[in-house]
């Protein structure tokens, strides 16, 4: 499904990720861990298309497709979703505005009819549901006064609404609290299938007792430094990242 | 000898100073003199400002120069020790005292102490003629672009004031206080003039005071322009204690180079009419500039703000904070215009101006301004009237405290926020025990100076 | 230039879909101005001495007047000789009913979907539809009638109701209040008027459209409201043009009186022709807009939506006379390409208690420059006055400018007014948030600048406030490739 070749990106001139590899295949769970700087989250926001993040070698393909000469918005019609570290506010914008722009779009990529309102607020009482969301939240304006975990649900929300193929969570469990972090968890547990592929970005492995991983790679210095299975994680979290830095 | 001539408009004023050309001249290098009539021709063109300029929408300084008065265009010797007259009633403040006298350079300056090597402090005209390649090419670079009608009456008959000069690297840790006293034996219209240059990485501090030693009539019109070269640190305050019926008229010119750091804070606490310009050139990437100022007014005092900020460049921040505290029948006016130029990106420019009217008959008039022609910027300003906090003030009093002495405590916090800005310890708690008393209207705000400056 | 910038910079501007002209035959006098033509104007409307009179003191006064000069507003010399004053679409005689207005008139107004065939009309919006600024037809007469309420052209008004528009006409925008309302009131030629009787509230929405269509022509159309005694009533008023070259003045005056407790709002969508993406052609839009809260307890509240016109100039404006009266003002000006938009309000408070709020948000995209310039007094008089001015300017690309020149003048202890202004750009982050659920980036500015104005949108009678959302999009788009 995803294969990351060699990956190199800079930001601002500065080299952060320094030739990365991970191969995805559907129905898998990746996870990529590492200590603060490691380059995580430039990763994350490499695969989505940011702008700021330029890639200066190798290549990112996506089902085939060349993933580095598509927009940030073709990216998510081909169905990789970004659940962001700090979900930005957008004053003024209704979430259920936003959301029915952003479905309706991915409907009119698959060649489907866009949905009428009333299709549109029954998909979203059913998606509620997984994330155990309140009404209040999709009333307001996307991502307005909402605390931290309120954020943090609305991403998976989201990711429920536009039900993509490769979702990326990056420090999905930062700022949660226990409840809500199994929330989110059971959130992502529940969109899981066998086509569909997640990559778990996080600095803990916390987050990683509730979404079980099939791999698990420790990145640092902008390199993955170990690959294996899920008893890595673990590994880490008792022998801490200085194992890892000491290692490499 | 002084020279009195009367008049009452701006042709006589005109006159005045053409008829009387060659003495003017006098004494000075010629740079200073072929701007006069340039500036003169300026100043002609525009006249004395009424409020039908733009820029003095609410300060009519017509009057101003309706009364009669005496010009001094040469320096006049005084008959007795200004030294003995004028002692500063701040306690312990510790500083290089230099005095000036209406606009001149006090001859009898008592020595000042040990300044680092290649600092140069003293009166303009004589920098003028002893090293005239320090003044020559900035010499109206600044006050010489604008079209303000006061800062061209005062290039068109300026002759002496300050001079500082900061060599680069070096830094002046103890203040310089320029004390500027009006004492004359008749009415008296004073011109001043006033540069500092600070060379790259140097640093220094002014605290500049404005005192009437009697009751006659004065209108000051005081002129600064600044230079402030690469990574330079300039603290500029400004104390202003006039009596009521005079009148000052400040303009203070700055430019500023990459990484350079202005402070300016603009205390008035007793004067007639003070109008106070300060205009701030932001010329290299991530110079900043902090302007506060805090008045307080009352009786029939009228106190006008006029401050203009150009983002010239990328990268600069800008801060500005004024408030007023207006009693009885004075009225304050502030303008804070921040232009943020074409391609000046990653401008951040702030203002705010908080006003409180205590009485029935003040007034205040407000006009901040943005005016952005680039998108990348964050600018905000913001302006109040009459508002107190409160919630703060529900807090105090559920906490015991009396409502009067709640709105109290609120008002000096308001004023604080702008007198805690001001880092010579002495001169804040000074300033600080004076507002608070003057807000418990406890005392006019001279009266424990040497004079009372109150008009009798 | 990042890749934002490069899509903010590819200005293609979209075409004015407005921009057809009707072929009516109309009544048109010769070009120029002085006081045969501002006669003849009057004559033409077999006006009373006392209106004449009114536009002969204006005329002269307006002689004495000099055009604004004011920063940041650069307003070419416009040769009042050059423009015609008077322009009529052409009728024979008096009309009865729909089946007699012109087929064509009644297709330009299908065409702006302003259906003026009352069993098309759904929505219950009484409608006057001024072109040229003659009243065309003025739709539900007779329902408003039933609750005495009149709503017709200013002309019928002059002839039907003489003692009302006398007693108001000038009273909130007197005939030398400004050189554009002085013109306004020497050679005005129609437009609405509207009183709401004591104790009234209006059902329905009522509704002005005006429309500019032969050309050479000045529009100078005059609305007149007036709520008496606890009436309430809520106007509505659309314009647009058709596409030429040449520049075309719009010099409109709104009086608004709002007696006890009566209220009165008041929304524009503007959108007259703004000239092509060069700045050629386009109106000049000077408008006069004010009006008295002269009851205690009464409200008048203004909200706006400018889109269109080569220059805005206007400041919808309240003087709150009575005690406990409100003023309102809320407003979005866009502009893009080489238009300019100086606009705000003036809130004159006199009355105690009385309250004013504005909330203001320009967009600035292109090569053009959005103003707020407004003013909030507080007489001596005025305790407990109380304001609040949020003004927020939002740039798309760097080319714009936005500029904001409040105005604060208070002269009592009790007032207490704060003013807030903020400026800022789309930021990069919110449109890569908007990418990366799939929405492209035009639409994520469409939708980041709807939300921006959505304070404001949401005071706007439902179908306007589509109409203006929708506008919104439109404007921008070709500004963002």
Not at chain 2, 374 to 396: K, M, N, P, Q
Not at chain 3, 456 to 465: D, G, R
Request: glycine letters at 6%; aromatic letters at 8%.
């Amino acid at each position: 499904m995803l294969q990351i070749k060699n990956l190199h990106a800079s930001v601002d001139g500065k080299e952060i990720l320094k030739g990365i590899s991970i191969d995805v295949k559907p129905g898998e769970i990746h996870a990529i861990m590492g200590p603060n700087g490691s380059g995580k989250s430039t990763l994350a926001n490499v695969l989505a298309g940011h702008e700021k993040y330029e890639v200066t070698e190798g290549e990112i393909f996506f089902e085939g497709e060349n993933l580095l000469e598509l927009a940030a918005e073709e990216r998510a019609r081909n169905g990789i979703f970004l659940s962001f570290q700090y979900p930005i506010e957008i004053p003024g914008v209704s979430m259920v505005n936003f959301l029915k722009t952003a479905v309706n779009e991915h409907r009119k990529h698959k060649g489907l009819e866009p949905l009428t309102a009333s299709q549109f607020l029954k998909l979203m009482e059913e998606k509620k549901k997984v994330v155990e969301i309140s009404s209040q939240l999709t009333n307001r304006s996307v991502n307005e006064g909402f605390s931290g975990g309120e954020k943090k649900r609305n991403e998976i929300f989201q990711m429920a609404m536009l039900e993509p193929k490769l979702a990326i969570l990056d420090e999905t469990d930062s700022g949660l609290d226990i409840d809500a972090l199994r929330i989110v968890a059971k959130g992502v547990n529940t969109l899981k299938s066998p086509h569909n592929a997640t990559i778990v970005v996080t600095h803990y492995q916390r987050l990683l007792e509730y979404i079980v991983p099939d791999y698990v790679h420790v990145l640092y210095n902008g390199k993955i430094v170990k690959s294996a299975g899920k008893e890595l994680a673990l590994e880490l979290e008792k022998k801490g990242y200085d194992w890892i830095k000491n290692e490499s | 000898m002084i020279e009195t001539i009367k008049y009452t408009a701006t042709e006589e004023l005109a006159d005045l100073f053409t008829q009387n050309r060659e003495i003017y001249n006098e004494g000075c290098p010629d740079f200073m003199n072929r701007k006069r009539s340039e500036a003169l021709d300026k100043f002609v063109k525009t006249g004395i400002p009424s409020r039908k300029n733009e820029n003095y929408k609410y300060t009519d300084l017509r009057p101003v120069f309706q009364n009669d008065f005496t010009v001094l265009p040469r320096y006049v010797q005084q008959q007795i020790d200004l030294h003995e007259l004028f002692h500063c009633d701040v306690p312990q403040l510790n500083t290089h005292l230099v005095l000036l006298i209406n606009g001149w350079y006090y001859g009898h300056n008592r020595k000042i102490g040990q300044l680092p090597n290649g600092v140069v402090l003293g009166s303009l005209n004589h920098v003028c003629r002893e090293h005239p390649h320090l003044i020559e090419k900035a010499y109206n670079q600044l006050a010489g672009i604008s079209d303000d009608p006061i800062a061209n009456l005062n290039t068109t008959m300026a002759k002496d004031g300050l001079f500082l000069y900061v060599p680069d690297d070096v830094k002046i840790d103890k203040p310089i206080q320029i004390v500027n006293l009006l004492y004359a034996k008749e009415n008296t219209f004073a011109v001043q003039r006033n540069m500092f240059v600070l060379g790259k990485n140097s640093e220094a501090t002014i605290v500049f005071c404005d005192h009437t030693l009697n009751h006659n009539y004065y209108i000051l019109n005081n002129l600064s322009e600044c230079f402030l070269e690469e990574d330079s640190k300039f603290n500029f305050y400004a104390v202003q204690n006039m009596h009521n019926g005079a009148v000052n008229n400040t303009h203070f010119f700055a430019d500023l180079k990459e990484r350079s750091t202005l402070h300016t804070n603009t205390l008035t606490l007793n004067g007639g009419l003070v109008r106070n310009n300060i205009n701030v050139k932001l010329n290299g990437e991530y110079a900043h500039a902090d302007l506060n100022g805090l008045t307080l007014a009352d009786e029939k005092q009228h106190i006008d703000n006029f401050i203009t900020i150009d983002h010239r460049v990328p990268n600069c921040t800008s801060n500005q904070l004024y408030k007023n505290i207006l009693d009885n029948k004075a009225s304050g006016a502030f303008s804070g215009r921040i232009h943020v130029l074409r391609d000046a990106q990653k401008t951040e420019a702030y203002q705010r101006n908080n006003n409180v009217l205590l009485s029935e008959t003040a007034e205040m008039n407000t006009k901040p301004q943005l005016i952005i022609d680039a998108d990348d910027v964050r600018c905000s300003h913001g302006a109040t009237v009459g508002r107190i906090d409160e919630d703060a003030l529900f807090y105090l009093r559920t906490r015991g405290i009396g409502e009067k002495e709640a709105r109290l405590m609120i008002m000096f916090a308001f004023a604080d926020e702008v007198l805690s800005q001001v880092n010579i310890k002495v001169l804040r708690q000074r300033l600080e025990e004076l507002v608070n008393r003057r807000l418990r209207g406890e005392l006019g705000p001279c009266q424990t100076c040497s004079f009372n400056f109150r008009k009798p | 230039m990042t890749e934002q910038d490069k899509i903010l910079d590819t200005v293609t501007k979209q075409e004015y879909k407005y921009g057809f002209v009707t072929d009516i035959e109309s009544d048109t006098i010769e070009k120029g101005l002085n006081e045969e033509v501002v006669r003849l104007i009057s004559a033409k409307k077999q006006e009373p001495q006392w209106l004449l009179d009114f536009r002969l003191k204006a005329y002269r006064k307006w002689l004495e007047m000099k055009s604004p000069n004011w920063a940041y507003l650069k307003i070419p010399s416009i040769d009042f000789q050059d423009i015609i004053y008077y322009s009529a679409p052409k009728q024979k005689k008096q009309l009865n009913s729909l089946d007699e207005v012109d087929p064509e008139l009644l297709e330009t107004f299908n065409k702006l979907g302003i259906p003026l065939e009352e069993q098309k009309h759904l929505a219950g919006v009484a409608v006057d539809a001024v072109m040229d600024s003659v009243s065309v037809k003025t739709t539900f007469k007779e329902t408003l009638a039933e609750r005495g309420i009149i709503f017709c052209s200013f002309s019928e008004a002059v002839r039907e109701y003489p003692d009302l528009v006398k007693k108001y006409l000038g009273n909130a925008v007197p005939y030398a209040d400004n050189y554009f309302a002085a013109l306004n009131s020497a050679v005005f030629s129609d437009g609405s008027f509207c009183y709401i009787p004591k104790g009234v509230r209006c059902p329905m929405e009522l509704s002005t459209y005006f429309r500019i269509n032969a050309a050479n022509t000045g529009q100078f159309e005059r609305t007149l409201i007036v709520a008496d005694d606890d009436s309430y009533v809520s106007y509505l008023e659309g314009c647009t043009a058709p596409q030429r070259d040449e520049n075309q003045l719009h010099a409109a005056v709104v009086e608004i009186i709002a007696l006890e407790r009566a209220e009165v709002k008041y929304s524009t969508v503007q959108n007259w022709y703004p000239g092509d993406k060069n700045g050629k052609g386009g109106i000049y839009n000077f408008v006069t807009k004010r009006g008295i809260c002269r009851g205690d307890f009464s409200k008048i509240s203004w909200t706006q939506v400018e889109t269109g016109s080569a220059i805005t100039w206007k400041y919808p404006s309240c003087v709150m006379l009575g005690d406990h009266s409100t003023g309102e003002f809320y407003s979005v000006a866009l502009t893009n390409n080489h238009q300019q938009a100086d606009t705000g309000t003036k809130m004159i408070h006199i009355g105690k208690n009385t309250r004013s709020l504005i909330v203001s948000k320009g967009i600035s995209a292109g090569v053009s420059n959005n103003s707020y310039r407004g003013l909030v007094k507080v007489a001596s008089r005025a305790d407990k006055a109380r304001n609040f001015s949020q003004c927020d300017s939002l740039l798309l690309g760097d080319k714009c400018g936005a500029h904001t020149f409040p105005y604060i003048e208070c002269s009592n202890k009790t007032a207490i007014l704060e003013h807030e202004a903020t400026t800022s750009k789309i930021s990069e982050d919110q449109i890569f948030y908007c990418n990366q659920r799939g929405i492209g980036t035009e639409d994520a500015i469409g939708m980041i600048v709807n939300g921006y104005a959505r304070e404001v949108l949401n005071k706007l009678p439902m179908e306007f406030a589509v109409e203006a959302q929708k506008l919104l999009q439109i404007s921008l788009e070709g500004s963002v490739g």
